[in-house]
């Protein structure tokens, strides 16, 4: 088919290439423009441009959608349906009306539990046990249109963010091939009940509480894991942890500390300005006095 597609960060290229060597024509891409980054604040293409970019696709990064000469340039593509895989903008109707069979949708959650912007994030730091991707067919409500494929992952007590990311991104890639290959489906509504929305992670959250049940700091330190990062003192120095495990009890090892209930166990740390390093490594550069509490 003669597609648009729609994405803009890594977890969106997946779906791309696998797009194109199903052997679906790429009449453009779309995606959110340039930012300034690192040192020298230089425009910077995001991952999905990059990619299209290199394979001769031609890339469009609109500000916005909303105008009548973006509108008529869009539809003018003459698509067969357009997939959407973060995108970073909202599509207005005359968007998702363009394309002969619509505009499909794949997100990281499943449905309708964590509509919204961080469901990765939001979906381990809540506990849950399993998460998913959703393809929907597209409306104008945020992540409200009908469920057209849903497929699940279990959420262990090793997941992080960055794991079930890479996971999801996969899956979504796999889900929306599928998808396009009858993409005259009406799909299913989205249950009433079970609506939850999942917020952007605010730096303000990412101190990590220890009054918490060790099973809860870990799904917090899981669900920010690597970015932003959970954190907290430890011996007067600000540490960002990546991994841990809940403890019974804190005991004799330097980096276990006890909770509300139970204790959590570092595994993997990063002082500011240093690398990622395991909790060995960790302790042969940074000591932790006996009976250190972290703050």
């Known amino acids: ?19 194109v060597a199903a052997g679906h024509e790429i009449a ?6 340039p930012r300034p980054a690192g040192r020298g604040q230089s425009l910077r293409p ?3 441009q990059d990619y299209a970019s290199a394979q001769g696709i031609e890339v469009r990064t609109p500000m916005s959608l909303k105008s009548a000469d973006e509108q008529k340039s869009f539809a003018d593509l003459k698509a067969d349906a357009a997939a959407v895989v973060a995108y970073g903008l909202l599509l207005p109707q005359a968007i998702l009306d363009a394309p002969r069979f619509g505009c499909f949708n794949a997100h990281a ?10 469901p990765i994030q939001r979906a381990i730091m809540a506990g849950d046990a399993e998460s998913g ?15 057209v494929k849903v497929g699940r992952v279990p959420i262990t007590p090793e997941t992080t963010a960055s794991s079930l990311h890479d996971e999801l991104a996969g899956l979504g890639a796999k889900l929306m091939v599928e998808v396009l290959k009858h993409p005259e489906s009406a799909g299913t509504p989205q249950p009433i009940e079970g609506v939850t929305y999942a917020r952007k992670i605010d730096k303000a959250e990412t ?23 959970a954190w907290c003192i430890l011996a007067g120095a600000r540490v960002k942890i990546l991994k841990a495990q809940a403890a019974g009890h804190a005991g004799d090892d330097a ?6 209930s139970g204790a959590i166990k570092f595994l993997s740390l990063q002082r500011e300005g240093k690398g990622v390093m395991d909790a060995a490594t960790f302790l ?12």
């Open 133 to 147: 991707v959703t393809i929907m067919r597209m409306e104008l409500g945020l992540d409200t249109g009908p469920m």
């Open 1 to 19: 088919m003669k597609l648009v597609f729609m994405g803009t960060p890594d977890f969106a290229v997946i779906t791309l290439k696998a797009l």
């Open 207 to 229: 101190k990590t509480d220890f009054t918490k049940t060790a099973t809860e700091v870990r799904n917090h330190i899981h669900g920010l894991s690597p970015f932003p990062g």
């Open 255 to 260: 980096l276990t500390f006890a909770c509300g």
């Open 109 to 118: 959650s499943l449905l309708p539990r964590w509509r919204g912007a961080a």
């Open 284 to 295: 042969r550069g940074f000591p932790i006095a006996p009976g250190t509490k972290p703050a």
């Open 28 to 33: 453009a891409v779309y995606s959110q423009p």
């Open 46 to 48: 995001s991952p999905v």
